[in-house]
């Protein structure tokens, strides 16, 4: 089993930053990309940022310039910096990742629960 557990989020007021964390665990050989979702309430779920394991981030446009992704490969984490944040950034925050297991050849996608990142303007 492949678990996928995020942390960090809350109330932060617009214009400040948060940082999110993901730590994936279990029967893992390697993932291959790292990333980011969100939903905001009525809305659907849209990337926020993914990154390979040899890096190569990509953005989606309303955060481009404003948020940082980065990865642990020997920690299987997965880190988003969250900047200059506004209240539409309010939403709760999916970590995803493409998972490799020990013994099988393709990976499979594995979600986080989210979590809450709420912005006050």
């Known amino acids: 089993q492949v678990q996928l557990v995020e942390s960090g989020g809350g109330l932060v007021q617009a214009g400040g930053s948060t940082r999110l964390s993901c730590v994936a665990s279990g029967f893992i050989f390697s993932i291959n990309v790292m990333g980011w979702y969100r939903q905001a309430p009525g809305k659907q779920r849209e990337l926020v940022a993914t990154?390979?394991?040899?890096?190569?981030?990509k953005y989606g446009d309303s955060v481009k310039g404003r948020f940082t992704i980065s990865r642990d490969n020997v920690k299987n984490t997965v880190y988003l910096l969250l900047n200059k944040l506004q209240p539409e950034d309010t939403g709760v925050y999916y970590c995803?990742?493409?998972?490799?297991?020990?013994?099988?050849?393709?990976?499979?996608?594995?979600w986080g629960k989210g979590t809450l990142v709420t912005v006050s303007s």
């Open positions: 995803y990742g493409d998972v490799v297991q020990h013994g099988q050849r393709t990976g499979m996608d594995f």
């Open positions: 990154v390979g394991y040899r890096g190569s981030p």
